[in-house]
């Protein structure tokens, strides 16, 4: 694998982090919610009206969202904390912004030479889907769709290098 | 195993509870725990309290959890406890710049039980 910086500064698309961003995200729900993501497909599509938010700054520049259902939401915060869904209250948008939060992290350290330089914001939350996201980043994004427990959550990065 | 007072620290009160609960599987006897959303409040929870394990994020609000380190030594209660960074920056300068502030360990975000077991029960004295 090139390191980051020579991939940021030949103005690479960053098509080959995909399956990093993959493996990250998969991590995460494995080794924090103990649950194993499957392959996502059209019919479970869903209002996804949640967004946890992570900005990344320094050498790599962007923001990392994490989209999901207030279900699928409630369902982490319920893993992460042993609790049954429907007595999860506001942890729910505290669990989903550090559930986006690991996934960053975790994907920032499996490229090489990033660890170091790239540092990230705590997360935001937000509800709703009637929202536009304006970022400074040059390049595609980079998206990972995936389900858990049969509901769809979706993760993109928006790049600037 | 002896009983363990422990501060856990971290903007996020579901990592909080999620860090108690592993120090809890990895077999760890948690008599106490206090928790705080930053490191100000940890410092003032150790001004008024003793524990023997403190588990500390880094990136928070108000204080981080480097800036925390460095301020450790002022409070007399606090000389000598072990503290384990427990963070997603799991870069090699944040490492440095945390076991180099006064950090015993690094434990990166996320982890397994068996992780935490790991890098937190040796600064217990307790045989893993």
């Given at each position: 694998m090139k390191p980051a910086t020579e991939m940021l500064a030949a103005g690479h698309r960053?098509?080959?982090?995909?399956?990093?961003?993959?493996?990250?995200?998969?991590?995460?729900?494995e080794l924090m919610l103990g649950c194993h993501l499957t392959e996502w497909s059209p019919e479970h599509d869903a209002v996804l009206d949640l967004t946890a938010m992570v900005g990344l700054a320094g050498q790599m520049c962007g923001l990392l969202s994490l989209r999901c259902d207030q279900k699928s939401a409630a369902l982490m915060a319920s893993k992460m904390l042993g609790l049954e869904p429907e007595t999860v209250g506001p942890e729910m948008a505290d669990a989903l912004g550090e559930v986006c939060n690991m996934i960053a992290g975790n994907f920032k350290n499996k490229i090489s030479g990033m660890g170091n330089g790239c540092m990230l914001s705590v997360p935001t939350v937000i509800t709703g889907t009637d929202y536009n996201v304006y970022s400074n980043a040059d390049s595609p994004g980079l998206e990972v769709r995936l389900l858990f427990e049969n509901e769809p959550v979706i993760i993109s990065l928006q790049i600037r290098g | 195993m002896e009983s363990v007072r422990a501060l856990i620290v971290d903007d996020s009160s579901v990592m909080r509870k999620i860090v108690a609960r592993s120090l809890r599987q990895a077999g760890i006897d948690l008599s106490q725990t206090l928790e705080a959303g930053n490191g100000a409040e940890a410092l003032g929870l150790l001004r008024e309290n003793q524990v023997d394990l403190i588990l500390c994020d880094i990136n928070m609000p108000v204080m981080d959890g480097l800036e925390f380190i460095k301020q450790l030594s002022t409070i007399e209660k606090a000389k000598g406890v072990p503290v384990i960074m427990v963070t997603t920056e799991g870069s090699e300068s944040h490492v440095?710049?945390?076991?180099s502030s006064g950090a015993r360990g690094y434990l990166r975000k996320p982890f397994t039980a068996e992780q935490v077991k790991e890098h937190v029960v040796p600064f217990l004295g307790v045989k893993s």
């Open positions: 960053h098509e080959n982090w995909i399956p990093l961003l993959d493996v990250a995200v998969r991590e995460v729900f | 440095v710049q945390a076991l």
